[in-house]
């Protein structure tokens, strides 16, 4: 009878606090029909109060909860060998005093950012000789060439993060999204292998 067990680890799953972390909410699973059931309900973790919010999960210990039920099984594994546990506690909702100061500080923070590039690069008198050029005639205050900059920006940043508050333009990843997948695939590195004990052996290990 054929006994190969193939297996697919994710490479992150979320679960609450006291949660068990059971085969089929962390891997993809092809098995014959007669282990399938118990394999996708074999509890790999218990989620304990003295976890912290990220656990990891290496493929031995799977691996040794299959062969203590399925001795004979030929399993196969494919793909990434830890799956990282985030443990997502409730979350507590913002009061409406900190977000209106977040956002005033954000908002206030960008537009003085913006003005002193401006200044650097001396946009105005960029602008204001355009206007001459253009018009023949001298303004101080070149609104033809300000007010559709100031617009134009305001587009240039919904084009460029590709949102226009939370919904997307298109289906193509804005640069901050890109940046955030990079940076949450570093993270998940260096989790994998600082909090992963089997990854890491030291001297005394054996002491």
Known sequence: MEKTIYLRLRQRVQVR????????????????????????KM????????????IVIDVMKVLEKITDQFKEADIQTIGPVQTIIEVVYKKKRVS???????????????????????????MRSVQ??????????????????????????GLGMILFFNHIFRKRINEEPSPLEVEMFNYQMDLDNYVIISQNKES????????
């Open 17 to 40: 606090p006291d949660d068990k972390v059971i085969l089929e909410d962390m891997a993809q699973i092809i098995a014959p029909e007669y282990m399938l059931a118990a394999l996708q």
């Open 43 to 54: 509890v790999i973790y218990k989620v304990s109060p003295r976890d912290l919010n990220i």
């Open 96 to 122: 409406a005093p900190i977000f209106l100061l977040i956002w005033f500080l954000l908002f206030f923070g960008s537009a003085l950012a913006i003005m002193n590039f401006h200044d650097d690069v001396s």
């Open 128 to 153: 204001a000789k355009l206007t001459t050029i253009i018009t023949g005639k001298q303004d101080p205050k070149p609104f033809l060439f300000q007010i559709p900059y100031s617009i134009g920006l």
């Open 200 to 207: 890491i052996k030291r001297i005394n290990d054996d002491d």
